[in-house]
């Protein structure tokens, strides 16, 4: 039982790269959530989405889209990176919106 | 929106001590969290509260769901090193997080 999966690990993209972070969970959770952690700092929502075919913005969305693409996977996607989203992101998820959620090793992404 | 304040920021304690940290809100939770977070991992859950007044052991972990639903604490009794990380509370609905309590364990 792999629970959440993120893939890549760790990348390095240009400025004004575009790529997409994957997110997959294997416990059949309606809710998932994309957070980035900044050094030093707590966990900060970026997107989260209560159940399959809905998405909804967090507290930092901007320059961020998501994709519920099925109730497994939910994708981030940065058409145009910065600097600024140099952090750690990681995934997460919950059987429904009030109960415990379970996360993904995060994905280090540097923006040079 | 939802903003959590959890305190102190960081501890720096002797083995053998017990720690007390906690979480206030501005809203009302509807369950609240407890996770450690090792360096380079993700979060992992230590307790889960689901009731206002409700008090969960884990071991040496103590939680309790404040009465009001606008706060929450955790407590860690008798030290040892390996507790050493950042301790974070985390209220549901839509998984909002405190900032993190870092702690020090000297032997």
């Known amino acids: 039982n792999a629970g959440v999966t993120q893939t890549p690990k760790f990348q390095v993209l240009k400025t004004g790269q575009s790529m997409t972070l994957q997110c997959a969970q294997d416990m059949n959770h309606n809710s998932m959530y994309w957070y980035r952690q900044d050094p030093g700092m707590g966990l900060r929502l970026i997107y989260y989405s209560a159940s399959e075919g809905t998405t909804d913005k967090g507290e930092v969305p901007n320059g961020y889209n998501v994709s519920r693409l099925n109730k497994r996977e939910f994708s981030l996607r940065l058409e145009s990176a910065a600097p600024s989203q140099t952090s750690v992101y990681f995934c997460?998820?919950?059987?429904?919106?009030?109960?415990?959620?379970?996360f993904g090793q995060g994905t280090r992404l540097t923006v040079v | 929106g939802q903003q959590l304040n959890q305190s102190p920021q960081s501890m720096f304690i002797q083995e053998g001590e017990d720690v007390s940290m906690n979480c206030t809100s501005s809203?009302?939770?509807?369950?609240w969290l407890w996770y450690k977070q090792d360096p380079g991992e993700g979060p992992v859950l230590l307790i889960a509260l689901y009731k206002a007044g409700e008090l969960t052991s884990n071991g040496r972990l103590t939680a309790q769901f404040g009465i009001t639903r606008k706060d929450s604490f955790l407590n860690i009794s008798a030290s040892i090193p390996s507790d050493v990380g950042i301790y974070f509370c985390?209220?549901?609905?839509?998984?909002?997080f405190g900032a993190g309590t870092r702690l020090t364990v000297k032997p």
């Open positions: 985390a209220g549901q609905l839509h998984m909002r």
């Open positions: 997460a998820s919950s059987k429904t919106g009030i109960t415990e959620a379970f």
């Open positions: 809203s009302i939770f509807n369950t």
